[in-house]
Structure formats: C-alpha cells, structure tokens
C-alpha cells in the first residue's frame, strides 16, 4: 500500500504544523521592550498595572485577531509584583495569576 501524492503531502503538512506548533508552545519573547503597534503598547501599560487581571482579559479579546499570549508582556518582576500584592491583599484579592505561566517569563 502505497499513499499517493497528495495525501503524502498532507500527511507531511500535518507533521510539519505540529512540530512548529510544538516548538513554539513554551517559549514566550517580551515584546515592550519595542512594542511594534498600538494593540503591544497597550498590552505593555496594562502589564505595568497592580494586578494581571485587565491584561489578561484584553489579550484574551485580542488573542485571535492578533495571535497575542499574555505572556509576551510580562518580566519576572510583573509576576512577582503581582504576587506580592496577592499575598499582602490575603483571601480578599481579586488578583488571579494563574493566566501567566512563570516558567516562560523567568527567562526574560
């Protein structure tokens, strides 16, 4: 049994997506160093802000438009901010870190 061509080159279209899609799953680049447009730029002011929660939400609107991770906006310092205010607030807190994966960001 032999695959004809055209499924041969789906089937290796398939396998070259998921190894990119792969490749590309835990590693996050920090993008306000230079934020290149109007959509980075707000991304990048609302990851300076006290908790990661409106960051998070607007990535989340603009996630499919724009391919956006919340990842990208934040520095080890923003999470640990974050978690401070979070442990200093104790059960009161509205301040839900759980969005940011810190083992991406710890790099920046």
Same mark, same amino acid.
């Given at each position: 049994?032999? +695959?004809?061509?055209?499924?041969? +080159?789906? +089937? ?6 998921? &190894? ?5 799953? $835990?590693?996050?680049?920090?993008? &306000? =160093?230079? #934020? $290149? =447009?109007? /959509?980075?730029? *707000?991304? &990048? %002011?609302?990851? *300076?802000?006290?908790? #990661?929660? %409106? ?24 999470? =640990?901010? /974050?978690?401070?205010?979070?442990? =200093? ?20």
């Amino acid at each position: 049994m032999s +695959l004809d061509i055209g499924k041969k +080159l789906a +089937l290796g279209l398939a396998v070259a997506a998921s &190894c990119a899609s792969l490749s590309t799953a $835990a590693s996050a680049h920090y993008v &306000c =160093n230079a #934020p $290149a =447009n109007q /959509w980075d730029k *707000k991304a &990048c %002011e609302l990851a *300076k802000s006290d908790s #990661p929660a %409106e960051l998070v939400r607007y990535v989340q609107r603009l996630k499919i438009v724009y391919n956006m991770d919340a990842n990208d906006y934040v520095r080890e310092q923003d999470y =640990n901010r /974050w978690e401070t205010a979070k442990a =200093n607030a104790g059960k009161a807190t509205t301040i839900d870190t759980a969005s940011i994966d810190k083992s991406i960001i710890a790099a920046k």
